[in-house]
Structure formats: C-alpha cells, structure tokens
C-alpha cells in the first residue's frame, strides 16, 4: 500500500465558522501552535494544511488538521468540540462526494446527444448510466433482469425505451437501477457511490435537460436570424423561393452542432441553403448523423456546384477565417 494521500478541501472560513470563533481568532491559534517547536502544539504544512494565498494566510485544511486544532480548543477553550469537528468532517466529506456524483453525471451527459426526448421523456443511453455507475455490461443487464422481476417493474417507453435495439432509461429508470445496485453490489464502496448517484441524479439531470432544451431554443434562434440576414436566399443558387419557384430553405451548419456544439449558434457557422441541397450534401457524407466540416461543404460546393453565386467563395473563406482553427 502506498502512503494516504491528504486531501485539503476544508476552507479556514469554513472550519472558522464551525468553531464559533472569528477567522483572526483560527489564525491566532494557528500561530500559536507554530510558536513553540518544542511544545505538545504543531500543525505541519502539507500534511495538516496547505496555503491557498501564503501572503493572506489563505489556508484550506486536511481532516486531520481540522481535528488538531479542535483537540486544542476541546482542552483549552470549549468543551465538547471535538465531538462536533468529527461531525463536521463526516458532513464535509459526503458533501465532496455529492458534488464529484454530480460532476460524474455532468461529465458523461453534457455532450450532444448524451440525452435524447423520446415521447416527451428524457432518457440517457444505457452505456452512459454504465459509465456513471462505473459498472459493467454483465452486471447492467442483471440488474435489469433483477428489477423486471420484482413487483415494481419498469414501465416500457415510460422508464425505459428499446430504440433501434438499444436500451435507454428514463430518470425513474436511472433511480431504479442505482437504487438496486446500491443494495446489491459485493463491494461496499460501489454500493455506497450507487446510492450517492442515485440522490443527486434527479436534480443534475433536470438542469442538463434543461439546458438541453435551452440550447435547441438558442438554435432555433440562431437559424431563425440567419435566415434573414441572407434574405431566405440559397448561398449556393441565388435563388429565392416564389410562387412559380417554391422550395423550402434550411440552415446548414458548416461545423455541425454535434461534434461542435460551441458553434452551433455562431452566425459564421450558418449558412442558407435549399433544403433538397441540405439533404444531396449530408447524403454525400453517409447521412445526417455522420459529422461534417467547413472544407467539407467548400469541396461539396466546388465538385457539385461549380458555377455557385461567387459571393459563396468569399463567404465561406471569410468564416473559416473568424471561426479559426476548429477541433
């Protein structure tokens, strides 16, 4: 076994407020304690504290430090307080743990696509629920057996969907299956980290379903605005549609929204064009699902398109110009 690592997430003003005791009281004890070598009294830098700003006295501390100091207060000033540090460390501790479930969840699902509505539902992907209770496949589909089995099964397309032969659950499916793992699991740690996810699922989903439709709002936006700055003109053709010329215009994005989702809003990375010619292109790549570029429209245009409106060249130089190097 290698040495524990400490871990400095207790904040002076934090452990300060814990004490009852104002902050220039901590840092009194603090120099107290650094004051006599050769006393019972010593708190060790990068074992029981860490400076965050050293010219401020800025200090965030281990566990073990938080209790140091406490011992002294117990012994010298309040009775009783080393009971309560303990309290406060356990409390600090499963707070750590809540916010890194929640970043667990956020990590996995913040991408597009990571969550779909499928019949007005929300609904995540069964290997992205795997990932985030860092489990494995085996154990996901027994889980799912062990649920289905028991008298409060999940209910097809409302807990969980079988789209295009793969499994999606829903936030009451997602509970479930954590709820079960979190029961029975061998390892206690996983168990436990189970139970954690399935607490702070519910309010992290609904703020990333949130911004999900936010962000599909601001697209529509985007496109609505594009649109009109181009006059509901084909970039390509030049042609508008009339009465005797009817077609419908779409919104391309030169870097598409899936792979760029930072783009998919930016006014250079929209462009008008017909839709029959929006379709020819991503069929040209293998469909809509397969990710596209701005060179990718350029050399589309030029092999498909040669005689194209001339403001198009410029254009499509002037984005790739503002947008940069993408990745």
Not at 170 to 184: A, C, F, N, P
Request: proline share 2%; charged share 30%; with cysteine.
């Amino acid at each position: 076994m290698g040495k524990k690592k400490e871990r400095f997430t207790i904040k002076d003003q934090e452990l300060a407020t814990w004490f009852s005791i104002q902050l220039q009281r901590l840092d009194e004890i603090i120099d107290f304690f650094d004051a006599d070598p050769n006393d019972e009294w010593d708190l060790v830098e990068k074992k029981d504290y860490i400076f965050i700003n050293k010219k401020m006295k800025s200090r965030n501390f281990s566990p073990q430090g938080a209790l140091k100091i406490a011992a002294y207060l117990e012994q010298n000033e309040t009775r009783g307080i080393i009971y309560k540090i303990k309290d406060f460390i356990t409390q600090h501790d499963a707070r750590i743990r809540k916010s890194i479930a929640r970043k667990i969840i956020t990590e996995e699902l913040i991408d597009n696509g990571k969550i779909i509505v499928y019949h007005n539902i929300a609904m995540i992907h069964k290997q992205s629920l795997r990932r985030i209770l860092e489990t494995n496949g085996a154990k996901m589909n027994a889980t799912f057996r062990e649920i289905q089995a028991s008298h409060q099964p999940l209910e097809l397309e409302k807990d969980y969907a079988e789209i295009e032969q793969q499994l999606w659950f829903g936030e009451r499916g997602v509970l479930l299956m954590s709820k079960q793992m979190s029961e029975t699991l061998q390892n206690q740690s996983r168990r436990k980290a189970c139970k954690i996810i399935c607490g702070e699922f519910p309010r992290q989903f609904k703020a990333l379903s949130h911004s999900l439709v936010n962000d599909a709002k601001d697209i529509q936006t985007a496109k609505k605005k594009a649109k009109k700055r181009d006059d509901y003109t084909c970039q390509i053709t030049g042609k508008k549609s009339t009465k005797y010329d009817k077609f419908n215009i779409a919104v391309h994005h030169l870097y598409c929204s899936k792979r760029y989702p930072h783009l998919a809003t930016v006014g250079h990375n929209l462009i008008t064009i017909t839709e029959d010619i929006h379709k020819e292109f991503h069929g040209s790549l293998g469909g809509f699902d397969k990710p596209c570029t701005l060179d990718d429209f350029i050399e589309f245009v030029h092999h498909n398109y040669p005689d194209h409106q001339p403001e198009l060249t410029v254009k499509l130089q002037k984005a790739k110009k503002v947008l940069g190097k993408v990745s």
